[in-house]
């Protein structure tokens, strides 16, 4: 009874001092901004009337989000009373050891785990040997046997299945290749699958198809169309490339995945129903999740470790149902067949032995330009030694067919850009048909073959297993890391290349960004004009063709030799260019989005081509450039910053621009209040510092997805906080100039003390020799060891052995060397009111760790910067270790595509480069009692090579090419910048004990700051102009999604009737993450989740109105939009987001909010409205799946 007391006044307090707080922030709201000029009465009704609003929103929202904060609050207090109840019932009253109060939503979070406890991948790796014993033909498997009667009762079907894998770009560039190669093969294909009907084909890359497309007539578009509709051609994947699995985030694998099946709907009204993946290094669920999701329900590959394959075709498990990790349902399954041998060329696709294969290769027949390496050539198909060279392909079909379940055989013909000549063609058909038709004339030998597609072989292959009652294993976990042979491990390409892997995830937050701020702008537009059209100024159409390009560029560059860096170096750098021509085009999207959408009256709208009215804060100069800040001139005219918030979260963020002035003041453009700021030196050089230009940082506050208003002035001198600076430098003194900044060097004892750093979350200690990190402090006083290291690798010596090289990890046997140069660095620390930092000046590294003075979650974690350059090395790879006390054994978990997280065991009996693995977004070590989690911007190799330790490779520079037919190194290196949070926590209930093959989510607050890291802030700058036209900030979400559920995208599709033009419809993509539940931050997020599957997505979004409304498939295919909710046309709409699923909806929005927009006149009608509608929202339940929002 006194404990219901206490719940009770603790819930009363808690609300009573949060709506204190509102009601006096409200009060502390300035009743107008500072003013610079004589307004006219008629602008000063109207900028008050739009301030007012503006404070009637920002209450709203603070409503909102206090009504969140209260909500959560009120669920832990029942959980903790449940639990106290619980303990009374037991007789009771102390706390049970390791118990967790659970979070709202843990409960079915907790339940994507149940039932996959058992990852069988892993288990497999803990099970083989890897000691690669010479297995005779079939050198990397065993020797195959069969009676000759298994065929007597079920004839062997083998479906031969021609195919022409098509780069996007490897050795040549992705234009190089079509004019020399691809447009011959799809010309020469079209003619000779009209030639004879039993002659089949697939094709896979979309990019060159479309490309293709574009250039042939009416007349050959009729004929593709028809050999397509009779089966004669499929179109497998339907992905804009045959994509990279290891360093593409699933953003990207899904855009170009929808690129392509949407081109394919248009052109060909088509949809996939089999995926092709023969030449990705290595392959993840992640990749099987999405196809599954876009309608596909079979999938073949090929790049596995040679080791796994070899186990799988002993146990008769090349073909599984492949299902996700955290999925205890059949749900995500999808049928997949993986290639039994060592390549998906013809040598290695008919059988076991390639020397025989080989000879089916008509390709190779004497005289032409490829041989067989085994010598023994192909010999043209006569009556004299039909029977001979029959029963010899026969023997490799059997045998082949011995390591899979059914009597049905996919037998693949074809090899990189086969098929170029109309010679091939001729040769593979006529050659093969005469043995096909030599099967059919002999019964006796219980075989049929014929050329067919992959719909033609896994149709046949679920007949014989559904008339056999066969069913097939079911398997989790991924297939990395690859190796082809030996202890070869493609375990380089991880990292090869990093400027342009970090450059590829620019782009992806760029054409986000864009995609969602387009699709608002239609939206408001529409219900500006009332008629569904965009203003007409508005180039609506120009733009749709920049955010189409940019999506091809993207999606161009998740071919597995683009993301991966491993093309040759000209066609990295028209790599670079359509990434770098994408952001460009795509800034100018953002640019005139924003420019309608924050204009007080739209009539001032007007689109300058040469020159937008919004300009970015910073310009990249080239595709091989880092960004650079541009220097924003001040006075005491306001000049209008514009922030870009990308999230669907309410977030704090610290903002950054260069100034010419040495004191700066910010306030919001609306409320004039004042922000908190800091000026910082930008250092021309690691000892100098510039006189003309000046770092402002200021903390901004970002609703979701909205455009802020602050005005930038230049303030008096010596009003605006200034960072102060310390520099350790163990060599002489040095001498530096600052006239504006307090600049001091350590002398004596007291350069041996540790750097120390703190906010009101952590405490950091750094050696004052290097400034790398040493230890770290928690709020709950716990200190963890946790050090930075940097380490070389270098590769094998000797002449004849191999190498590193842009696939390859192969170290040197001393393994990593700890980095040491000449001179000592030198190492700088900033304190400042808004953050602080340690910079350490190494010879081929700048390595930064900050710190931010906040109370969000920014403020809870290290942020850890690294710019590099190893250009002047010889065959090294710079490596960034973390050594911590966290007692994770040998497991550690990295992220796949940043869509889920994969336990990994690091393996004594595999070589070092074995146990490196793709990490996308995040890497995390643990123990029972705390996390150590690194949240990433790029993708990088990561690897846990002794308990407590996490390395990851920042560059590689690599002189020799490693034999996978590149043919060159890498040495193309940049000056290349890469971004990490650190984020430690404690976790409460994690006493169980640390193994098994777990399944895992990173936290909540990791969630978050891997959001802000993935999708910062967007900074524009407004002209410095005194008759600028009245900006209003645009906020289009009354309060933030919950905590765990992630706007993937809002992205215009086309018009279908009229091409490259946007549509009224959108696709509305949503993830609903999975979070570990061991971990609660202290306060709680300023977020809600639930406990339930079902959501309100009227709520969700408002005041953003949905005109329609229907769940599809991932690819927004119309043939995979779900009927029955087409026609739940009236809110509310409730719709079922599952844990770790993303869910995909066609919608048509508006924005039904009133906006004071015109004339002050016709405002005065609309004050009631907002008043009204302030007084529902304070009412109202904002319900989420059983009210967690009210």
Known sequence: MKRSRVLAVLVGGVFCVALTSLYRMLELMPGEEPRRHRETPAGQVEEDLSRLQQKIDRLERLLSDNNHLIATLRDSLRHRKASWEKEGANGSSESVPGAVDMLPGCRLAEDTKKGADRVQLLDVYDLLPFDNPNGGTWKQGFEIGYRGNEWDTQPLEVIVVPHSHNDPGWLKTFDGYYQDQTRHILDNMLIKLMEDSRMKMIWAEISYFSKWWNDIDKQKREMVKRLVGTGQLELVTGGWVMADEANSHYFALLDQLMEGHQWLQTNLGVKPSSGWAVDPFGHSPSMSYLLKGAGLRNMVIQRVHYAVKKHFAQQQTLEFLWRQNWDSSPRSDIMCH??????????????????????????????????????????????????ERALLLLDQYRQKSRLFRSPVLLVPLGDDFRFVESSEWDAQFSNYQKLFDYFDQHPELHVKARFGTLSDYFKALHQRLSAAGTTLPTLRGDFFTYADRDDHYWSGYFTSRPFYKRLDRTLESTLRASEILFSLTLAEMRRFRDDGRPVD????????????????????????????????????????????????????????????????????????????????????????ALPQKTSLTLSDEPRSLIIFNPTEQLRTSVINVVVDSQDAQVVEA????????????????????????????????LPPLSLVVYHVTKAPAGSTPRARYTIHHSDNPLTIQSEHFHVSQTQGSEGDAPLVLSNKHIK????????LLEKLRLQSGLVHQVQVQFLWYGTRTGANRD????????????????????????????????????????????????????????????????????????????????????ANGDRFYSDLNGFQMQQRRTLA??????????????????????????????????ASLRPGELEVVLDRRLQQDDNRGLGQGVTDNKLTASLYHLLLEDRKGGAQEVGGASVEHLSLLAHLTSLSLSHPPITMVAPGDRQLPKLRPFLPLRSSLPCDVHLVNLRTLEDAKEAGSPSQEVALLLHRKGFDCSSAPEPPLLCTWSEHEEVNLDDLFTPLQFRSLRRSGLTLLRDHDEPESARQQQPPRITRLRPMEISAFRAQIELKSERLNKTAAANEPRLLTLRVTHQRAVREKHVMGGGKKN
């Not at 409320?671 to 006189?691: F, K, L, N, Y």
């Not at 009996?909 to 643990?926: C, G, R, V």
């Open 670 to 701: 609306v409320t004039g209040r004042p922000m908190a700021a800091q000026i910082s030196a930008v250092w021309a050089e690691p000892s100098r510092v510039s006189t003309k230009s000046f770092q402002l940082s200021f903390v901004a506050e």
């Open 764 to 771: 950091i200690w750094s050696s004052p020799t290097t400034g």
């Open 338 to 387: 993986m290639m039994p041998f060592y390549s998906y060329d013809v040598p290695h696709t008919c059988g076991p032995n390639p020397a025989v294969c080989c000879q089916f290769d008509f390709h190779r027949l004497p005289g032409r330009r490829v041989f067989c390496p085994w010598r023994v050539p192909p010999q043209p198909i006569t009556e004299q030694n039909i029977q």
């Open 803 to 886: 190498k590193s090289g842009a696939y390859l990890f192969l170290p040197g046997e001393d393994g990593a060397q700890l980095y040491s140069s000449e001179k000592p660095p030198l190492v700088r620390v900033s304190r400042g009111p808004i953050f602080s930092d340690i910079t350490s000046c190494f010879q081929h590294f700048t390595h930064t760790v900050r710190l931010f003075h906040l109370d969000g979650h920014a403020g809870r974690s290290l942020e850890i910067s690294n710019t590099v350059d190893i250009r002047s090395e010889f065959n090294r790879e710079l490596v960034m270790r973390l050594v911590s006390d966290v």
């Open 909 to 942: 009996k595999l070589p070092l480069q074995a146990n490196f693995y793709p990490m996308t977004s995040a890497a995390f070590l643990q123990d029972a009692t705390s996390r150590l989690s690194l949240l990433v911007a790029q993708s990088q190799a990561v």
């Open 537 to 624: 100024d508005f180039p609506a159409r120009e733009h749709f063709r920049r955010l189409t390009a940019g999506r091809r560029s993207l999606a161009l560059f998740q071919h597995h030799d683009a993301v991966t860096g491993t093309a040759r170096d000209p066609v990295v750098v028209d790599y670079g260019t359509r990434l770098f021509h994408s952001i460009l085009n795509l800034r100018q999207v953002l640019q005139s989005s924003a420019h309608w959408l924050l204009l007080l009256d739209k009539s001032q709208y007007h689109h300058n081509q040469s020159k937008s009215f919004l300009q970015m804060d910073d310009v990249i100069s080239a595709q091989d």
